[in-house]
C-alpha cells in the first residue's frame, strides 16, 4: 500500500465556464484520485468569488475545493493536468499537515472573583518583578569606620 498523505488543492475556473466544463475539469481530478486508490475527503464548490487580483485578465473565478487523501505521485499528476486545462486559471495543492491536531479549547472566563494568584504571576512579559521589602531606614546614621591619617 503506498504511503497516504492529505492534501488540499483549490484551483479557480474561468468565470465563463459552462456548467460542463466545470464538471469535466473536477471529473478529471476525481478520475485521477480513483485510479491512484486515494480518496476524497470532502469537495466543495465555493462558487464564484471576486479574486484580489487580475488572473488572466479575470476578475472573477470560480472557485472549486478538494480534500483528498493520496500518495505524493498522484499530487504530481493532478497539478499536471491542472496546469494542461485551459479554464483552470490558477490553482494550488498544500499538504495538510494540521488537520489530526485537536483544536484546543481556553476556558471559559467568568465574571466572579479570580482566585488569588502566586507571587509574580499575572504580571505583564519583560516587566520589573517586585524586589524584597527594603528594610527601614532609621534617623540616625550609621557609624562608620573612619581611619586617620595623622598620629595622635
Known amino acids: 500500500m503506498p504511503n497516504l498523505l492529505k492534501y488540499d488543492i483549490i484551483y479557480i475556473l474561468d468565470p465563463n465556464s459552462t456548467a460542463e466544463e466545470m464538471a469535466a475539469?473536477?471529473?478529471?481530478v476525481e478520475q485521477i484520485v480513483g485510479d491512484a486508490k486515494g480518496t476524497i475527503l470532502k469537495k466543495d464548490d465555493w462558487g464564484k468569488r471576486r479574486l484580489a487580483y487580475m488572473v488572466k485578465k479575470h476578475r472573477e473565478g470560480h472557485y472549486v475545493f478538494y480534500h483528498v487523501s493520496v500518495s505524493p505521485e498522484t499530487v504530481a499528476e493532478i497539478a499536471r493536468n491542472l496546469r494542461l486545462m485551459e479554464k483552470v486559471i490558477k490553482f494550488s495543492v498544500v499538504k495538510d499537515t494540521i488537520s489530526h491536531l485537536k483544536a484546543k479549547v481556553?476556558?471559559?472566563?467568568?465574571?466572579?472573583?479570580?482566585?488569588?494568584?502566586?507571587e509574580g504571576a499575572g504580571q505583564r512579559p519583560g516587566a520589573p518583578r517586585p524586589s524584597a521589602p527594603k528594610p527601614p531606614e532609621s534617623a540616625a546614621p550609621?557609624?562608620?569606620a573612619h581611619v586617620s591619617d595623622t598620629n595622635p
Open 106 to 118: 481556553k476556558p471559559v472566563r467568568t465574571g466572579g472573583v479570580r482566585p488569588p494568584a502566586a
Open 142 to 144: 550609621a557609624p562608620s
Open 25 to 28: 475539469v473536477g471529473a478529471k
